[in-house]
């Protein structure tokens, strides 16, 4: 079997600067709220405009990891053929195309365009062409420069190093014809638990519990200036006051929240490939979570 590599193109640097920008925005944000919360609790500058500070970092931390995964997974991309079929790698997953179902081969397809993310590093993703197809893009050069395999339900986005001398190895083997028949798809890595990741529920519910959670914060800390120095944190049977504590305790409750949403992923993670049903109701059950803690916080500052 014989491994190719994509041509190389500037896509990937490009990829390479927005991921240094973003983790460069993050560390600078990391550094003002380490700044901020280095000084003793009482008088941590806690207000709308630190949430800003920290929601910023948040979007750039994703950024950079969603960018470092795109600039992984084109520096691994790379294509097979064997007698069998053609093989797409990238990040331990492979895409496998049996040889006997590819109907043609063409240079260059007028295709919708990528949005921008999705053509970081390389052109990636499904659309829908006009004949019905879906064309699956695993290209570092724009659709209509790449090589199109069409089979009957989909086709495929390749740019190979010597694309001329590529099609003559696949067309030589295609008329040897296989020993082996193929099923079509793509057979995923473990390393990032894809399965769990794309699972409708999980990401509902793992979307509900950041949004409740950050609203949440971003609600104590605007209000949390003009908050008494003590808070009444627990009342007796007679509704008096039975524990006073310092106003920035009060802010545990929606980090206990992200405490709990990141162990159930944990668990959910762990759990999905046995109990598929179980990791989903851990992460509903860390939503729910956050409107408890929501109503906790609202009984503390009413």
């Not at 197809?133 to 010597?162: C, K």
């Amino acid at each position: 079997m014989r491994r190719w590599k994509p041509q190389p193109t500037g896509r990937l640097w490009v990829a390479f600067v927005a991921l240094v920008l973003a983790a460069v925005g993050a560390a600078f944000f990391l550094f003002q709220i380490g700044a901020a919360l280095a000084r003793p609790p009482v008088s941590w500058p806690i207000n709308g405009a630190l949430f800003l500070q920290g929601l910023a970092c948040l979007a750039l931390l994703l950024t950079t990891g969603a960018v470092g995964y795109r600039v992984a997974a084109a520096l691994t991309l790379a294509y097979a053929v064997d007698r069998n079929g053609l093989y797409i790698f990238w990040l331990g997953n492979r895409a496998v195309v049996p040889l006997q179902a590819i109907e043609s081969v063409e240079s260059g397809l007028r295709a919708p365009g990528a949005t921008p993310f999705l053509s970081l590093g390389y052109f990636h993703g499904r659309v829908r062409l006009p004949d019905g197809r879906t064309l699956h893009r695993f290209s570092t050069v724009p659709i209509t420069q790449a090589l199109v395999l069409h089979t009957a339900a989909d086709s495929y986005a390749i740019s190979p190093q010597e694309s001329d001398v590529f099609v003559q190895d696949l067309e030589q083997r295609r008329r040897i014809g296989a020993i082996q028949q193929l099923a079509p798809g793509v057979e995923v890595g473990r390393a990032f638990f894809y399965a769990f990741w794309d699972d409708r529920t999980v990401r509902w519910a793992l979307g509900v519990a950041a949004l409740l959670n950050l609203a949440l914060l971003g609600w104590l800390m605007t209000i949390y200036p003009g908050l008494p120095a003590l808070l009444d944190m627990r009342s007796d049977a007679a509704g008096a006051a039975a524990a006073l504590a310092p106003r920035h305790q009060i802010l545990f409750l929606p980090l206990a929240g992200v405490a709990l949403g990141l162990l159930n992923t944990g668990l959910g993670l762990t759990l999905y490939g046995r109990e598929p049903v179980g990791a989903r109701l851990l992460q509903i059950a860390s939503a729910g979570a956050q409107l408890l803690f929501a109503v906790a916080a609202l009984t503390i500052v009413r």
